[in-house]
């Protein structure tokens, strides 16, 4: 709690976590599987430390059941050092792997000037020019990527539970290393490119792309000749599917890139096409350098 998700590292002593252990204890969840509330919080007044406790310079009287921990958690919340953390920690999911300390100062005030509210540090963040000018480096974690490819292809996937196309999904998830609620640590996954970004990573990003558009999943669907619906040339359907994906207009020898890839001209007539060919130029954009990036 002090270290990750209030005040951070370097800013507490072995003591405040001692102190504040005491101040949860009496806190607990129910165990028992075989009822219906397992799971629910509850508190056990006999469990209770009922001595003062101090945290970072603060005592709290015993005395008053789980109120004691809410208070702590309420004076954790609204520290500046913890408005830091919060700050750093949102403008490296969305602006960089480096945090700008402006930025991060800034972020910081908006968040205790709002009371601890998280919408007014987002839109203070997103309006800023750190925002605009450093967010598309941030390089997309394997679940945006999965879910961003399919996306872009408008692919139909099976969501119930025990669909063949939800088991391809968690198959994939987990080649790619982002499984929901897998990390088993409770800092959350990495959010730097460093851990994002290594060869076997790229490798099966690129797999997935191609197995995707391919409909080689089970449960999975992607009509591979309805991308081309609507284009008139070749160099259309290029143009088609890089919009499809959100990236920016491709140079001349990226174009050349894709259309090699489905064995075809830029001045080919789209109707020409075979769904292999839509699905081998589709796989080579979804592979591009900018749409490993959000």
């Given at each position: 709690?002090?270290e990750?998700h209030?005040?951070g590292?370097g800013?507490?002593t072995e003591?405040d976590?001692?102190?504040?252990?005491?101040?949860f204890s009496g806190?607990?969840?129910?165990g028992d599987?075989?009822k219906?509330?397992?799971g629910?919080f509850?508190?056990n007044g006999r469990r209770?430390?009922?001595g003062?406790?101090?945290?970072?310079g603060?005592t709290?009287p015993?005395?008053?059941?789980a109120?004691?921990g809410r208070d702590l958690l309420?004076?954790?919340?609204r520290?500046?050092?913890?408005a830091?953390?919060i700050?750093?920690?949102?403008i490296r999911r969305?602006v960089?792997?480096n945090?700008p300390s402006g930025?991060?100062?800034?972020?910081?005030?908006?968040?205790l000037d709002?009371?601890?509210?998280i919408v007014?540090?987002?839109?203070?963040?997103?309006?800023?020019?750190?925002?605009?000018g450093?967010s598309s480096?941030?390089?997309?974690?394997s679940?945006?990527?999965?879910v961003?490819g399919m996306?872009a292809?408008?692919?139909?996937v099976?969501?119930d539970?025990?669909?063949?196309g939800?088991?391809?999904l968690y198959?994939q998830l987990s080649?790619?290393?982002?499984?929901?609620?897998g990390?088993?640590?409770p800092?959350g996954y990495?959010d730097?490119s460093?851990y994002?970004?290594?060869t076997t990573?790229?490798?099966k990003?690129?797999?997935?792309?191609?197995?995707?558009?391919?409909?080689k999943?089970?449960?999975?669907?992607?009509d591979?000749?309805?991308?081309a619906?609507?284009?008139?040339?070749?160099?259309d359907?290029?143009n088609?599917l890089?919009a499809?994906?959100g990236?920016?207009?491709?140079?001349?020898?990226?174009?050349q890139?894709?259309?090699s890839?489905?064995g075809v001209?830029?001045?080919d007539?789209?109707?020409?096409l075979?769904?292999?060919?839509?699905?081998d130029m589709?796989?080579?954009?979804?592979?591009?350098?900018?749409?490993q990036v959000?």
């Amino acid at each position: 709690m002090l270290e990750l998700h209030t005040v951070g590292d370097g800013n507490f002593t072995e003591a405040d976590v001692d102190q504040a252990a005491r101040a949860f204890s009496g806190w607990r969840s129910t165990g028992d599987r075989g009822k219906r509330d397992l799971g629910r919080f509850e508190f056990n007044g006999r469990r209770e430390w009922a001595g003062d406790i101090t945290v970072l310079g603060r005592t709290f009287p015993g005395g008053n059941g789980a109120q004691r921990g809410r208070d702590l958690l309420d004076y954790l919340a609204r520290r500046p050092d913890t408005a830091r953390q919060i700050a750093s920690r949102i403008i490296r999911r969305f602006v960089s792997d480096n945090p700008p300390s402006g930025l991060v100062a800034s972020a910081a005030q908006v968040y205790l000037d709002n009371d601890t509210a998280i919408v007014p540090v987002l839109r203070h963040i997103f309006n800023s020019p750190e925002f605009l000018g450093e967010s598309s480096g941030k390089v997309r974690r394997s679940f945006e990527h999965v879910v961003a490819g399919m996306r872009a292809l408008d692919a139909d996937v099976a969501t119930d539970y025990d669909s063949q196309g939800s088991k391809n999904l968690y198959n994939q998830l987990s080649a790619l290393g982002q499984l929901p609620w897998g990390w088993t640590s409770p800092d959350g996954y990495p959010d730097t490119s460093t851990y994002w970004t290594n060869t076997t990573m790229f490798m099966k990003r690129f797999d997935y792309a191609a197995r995707l558009v391919h409909n080689k999943f089970a449960g999975y669907a992607v009509d591979s000749a309805g991308l081309a619906a609507g284009a008139s040339t070749a160099g259309d359907v290029v143009n088609r599917l890089v919009a499809r994906a959100g990236l920016s207009p491709l140079s001349g020898d990226e174009v050349q890139t894709v259309l090699s890839a489905g064995g075809v001209g830029s001045g080919d007539a789209a109707s020409s096409l075979n769904p292999r060919q839509v699905g081998d130029m589709a796989a080579v954009i979804l592979c591009h350098p900018l749409f490993q990036v959000r």
